[in-house]
């Protein structure tokens, strides 16, 4: 599945769910999920308020668009992240098929704030470029990864 041409406009939702759930004082983390260029969930990353582990924001918004569509099935959906699915929220994606995958800030970018998964990839030996579904990372200069990672 190709990206569809209106992905940098649910990218930049993507990061402003991240920013407000930093405000909220929650980890820099959004996601959006779309199906034909309609947004049917969204998540961000409530590990901390929940003590959930798996409260990444891809995971809520595939949980939530599961519980309100009543239906795992994500075929035909594009899941926009703010930063680099964990191996976890690929194998979530995966599972529920979604179409494709696109992201923002990398793991590189993570890193020297403390958010990174590299890790996690490692340990598990899970590549981003060698994924079952197409995984794109977007790059948008004018968000730098500073003005998310490092906020408070
Ligand atoms: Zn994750």
Redesign the pocket.
């Known amino acids: 599945m190709e990206l569809p041409t209106d992905h940098l406009k649910w990218l930049n939702q993507a990061v402003d769910l991240a920013m407000e759930n930093v405000r909220a004082g929650g980890r820099p983390f959004g996601a959006v999920l779309v199906r034909d260029g309609e947004c049917i969930a969204t998540g961000v990353n409530q590990m901390m308020a929940l003590n959930d582990p798996s409260s990444?924001?891809?995971?809520e918004a595939l949980r939530h668009a599961g519980m309100t569509r009543g239906s795992v099935d994500m075929s035909g959906t594009v899941l926009y992240a703010s930063g680099q699915?964990?191996?976890?929220?690929l194998a979530a994606a995966f599972m529920t098929k979604v179409g494709a995958i696109a992201y923002v800030y990398g793991n590189a970018d993570a890193e020297p704030f403390g958010f990174s998964?590299q890790p996690t990839y490692d340990a598990l030996g899970v590549k981003i470029e060698a994924q079952p579904i197409p995984v794109f990372k977007v790059a948008m200069p004018e968000r730098p990864a500073a003005d998310l990672y490092g906020a408070e």
């Open positions: 990444h924001a891809e995971m699915p964990c191996p976890m929220c998964s």
